[in-house]
């Protein structure tokens, strides 16, 4: 306020000196004719005038200061008025810090009482007496826990030892079934009478062969007569039952005779609450042979072995597939519904969890490709990226298994899902 009044009465100054600068000036120059009646008038007229002129100065010097005095009132109840509602504004401000300066005081003795009494508390406390038994217990059992983990890795690698010999043995035995429909081939043509020592070796050593084969053979013959045969697999819980008709007639009396194939059925005597992957297994048998078909294609039983090597390959399949869901079953929660098999993946790094549902066709896996549906539960998992990892694996050998390894490889890859 002080300043604006400064302001004002300097600009108000200057303005009014120079109004009379000019004023001199102008009347300098211009000589006004007031100065001629001053020259004219007498002695007692200059007096009067000079006694008006100064009458007027008075009422002008006293006009003036009157003005003055009421711009200056003016101006400091205007200053006073300002100054008194910043006092009004601050004495307020002051009140509110004050109380808040109060409270906060009350909330720190309050929040040093609770402290002291938490202290107290906390020093009152005593450990109960089967508590550091429990934590005992608990790091026992801990120790358990990276015991049987390790216990686990072991078993891993056996496994993954145990897989391999597996798959050798297989690759074995199905070069030793070939063998054996060779060797039996050759039996039928040969005759063993007119053999000489160098054939009886021959012959002892492709029986020796065939007895090493019967241990890798998938069926087993449990009876045999001219009316029929019975054969086993999957440890006997599968039967192929053979009716045989009549009897061929043959020139040599020392051959096998030949029987024609009337009827061919197959049972399952699996239990009704046997394993889902037992089930499975005997599922993907029946649905994939055909008995009609069989009978049609081996109508007697000088097709036997290749009849009995057809059904050797299906339950081979469908044994190797049991052997898969149950690999995977070591690592991810399955569930068997007919012949479909539903994986489930969970990843913390990929932040997702989803439903792998695989359908199986009888009798065309693993050569075929398999259809799938996508299920996500948790996560922003897109169906396309699990299509293009799938549509990679080719159908070949353990094809299931090669889809949930690469799925898996998938969650461990980071990436933005």
Known sequence: MYEWANNYLKEHTNRLGTTISEREEKLSENNPPLFDEVR???HDELNLFRTEMKTLDHACNKLAKLTWSEWKAKMNNNLLDALKSEHEHLSHQVLKVSDGIDS????????????????AMISSLELPPDFIEKLKENQDINNQVKLKNKELEALKENQTIMEMELNSLQQEKENLCKELDEIQVEDEIVDIDVCDEENEKEIERAHDKIRLAEKFLEWEMVEWSQYGAKFTFLEMSLVMELTFGRKSESIIEEVEPEYEIVNIEIHSYLAGDAEPCAQLAHRMVLKAVNTASLQQKYQTTKKLPHLLN??????????QLVSEVEHIMFWH??????????????SIQARSKFVLSFELIPGKYPHNEVKYTFANKIGNMSSDVISSMLSAVKPGFKYLTRLVESIDQLLKTPQDL
């Open 40 to 42: 004219k008038l007498s």
């Open 104 to 119: 906060l005081d009350k909330e720190l003795e309050a929040l040093t009482e609770e402290e002291l009494s938490m202290d």
């Open 310 to 319: 057809c059904m050797s390959s299906v339950v081979c399949r469908a044994r």
């Open 333 to 346: 929660q399955v569930e068997i519904s007919d012949t479909s098999i539903s994986v489930q993946f969970s």
